[in-house]
């Protein structure tokens, strides 16, 4: 309880601010930018530096996952809050009177701290460095990496879904999924944070399943893996069933990218696939374990990452490292 009482104190400092303390940062165009509604940024881009509060916020949401920033944050005249990319860096743009409002609009103190998370769920998963801007399944992932951090920091389930629930078109767009579908990932990244003190009502609104995106053969994700950490998450699909005497065939050439091997799990058998998903066969089942992404961080092109969001990094060469620049595996060609 002290925890949450301190994330909505830092929340209703974030919002009395007075943004003509502030000095201009810069102005400029922008390359990239995954806005929160969808509209197009035009013009040029003002930003100021942020308000200490504000700062505060993002490092909170960050410490829940044990990340630091690839991203500055910039007080700035955007119609609400975007993940941009200015002059080749990354940004967090948020509107101050934007973000009062929406707390007010929503009567919760997590509102405002939701749409900072999305936007952050943008730069980590690298959705601004393909300079496409907001797309629906860019969009999902933003909204369940909210979700996520939201229960990690203590809010509800209702608490994490309040702003979607306000402003979210019903209907899709060619850059937003509906309402819907955006609830639906939410729920889904707050169930993945995987506390266990819930109410019954958060229980029951959270317990819709995301929609799965299933590749043959079908997979399930892997209760514990020895490279990346998880808590209790949900099978995808039900196992395949192979003949015991033949595992390899569960593992067809026009299934695997490449083979990946862990020096935490040396004997166990990996895989990339065509559709970027890092697998395990064990048993004869396939597991999904997490998903080959452009990078979050400088100096590598690729990462791989899990629903808990846990991340490595793939090197020249092949080589895989953690977050601390440590070996931990690599990869090789099929």
């Not at 103190?109 to 749409?115: L, P």
């Not at 808590?231 to 015991?244: F, G, L, M, Y």
Request: proline residues 4%.
């Amino acid at each position: 309880m002290k925890t949450r009482r301190l994330f909505i104190f830092i929340a209703l400092a974030f919002f009395t601010f007075k943004a003509s303390a502030q000095r201009m940062f810069a102005a400029d165009k922008h390359t990239s930018a995954c806005s929160y509604y969808g509209e197009a940024i035009t013009g040029d881009i003002n930003a100021y530096t942020a308000d200490p509060a504000a700062e505060k916020v993002v490092k909170n949401i960050l410490s829940v996952i044990g990340l630091r920033p690839n991203f500055q944050l910039r007080a700035a005249n955007v119609p609400n809050a975007a993940a941009v990319l200015l002059n080749s860096k990354r940004y967090i743009l948020y509107n101050p009177k934007f973000m009062n409002e929406i707390n007010s609009a929503t009567g919760s103190e997590w509102a405002a701290i939701s749409i900072l998370a999305h936007e952050i769920g943008h730069h980590l998963n690298g959705h601004t460095l393909d300079k496409v801007g907001s797309r629906p399944e860019t969009e999902l992932e933003a909204d369940e990496f909210s979700g996520f951090v939201l229960r990690k920091m203590g809010a509800s389930l209702k608490d994490a879904q309040a702003v979607m629930g306000l402003i979210a078109s019903l209907k899709g767009s060619h850059s937003h999924p509906a309402k819907k579908d955006r609830l639906v990932y939410i729920a889904a990244g707050w169930n993945n944070a995987g506390e266990s003190s819930t109410n019954n009502s958060d229980v029951a609104d959270a317990s819709i399943n995301k929609p799965a995106i299933v590749e043959r053969p079908q997979v399930m994700q892997k209760p514990q893996s020895a490279i990346m950490s998880y808590s209790k998450p949900k099978a995808v699909s039900k196992t395949t069933k192979v003949n015991a005497s033949k595992p390899e065939t569960i593992i067809e050439d026009n299934f695997v990218a490449s083979y990946a091997y862990f020096e935490a799990d040396p004997k166990g058998k990996y895989y990339i696939t065509m559709k970027g998903n890092l697998v395990q066969l064990d048993n004869n089942t396939v597991y999904m374990i997490g998903r080959l992404s452009q990078s979050n961080k400088a100096g590598y092109e690729l990462m791989l990452s899990d629903k808990q969001y846990n991340y490595m990094y793939i090197g020249n060469g092949g080589v895989i490292v953690n977050g601390a620049g440590k070996r931990v595996g690599h990869l090789e060609a099929r």
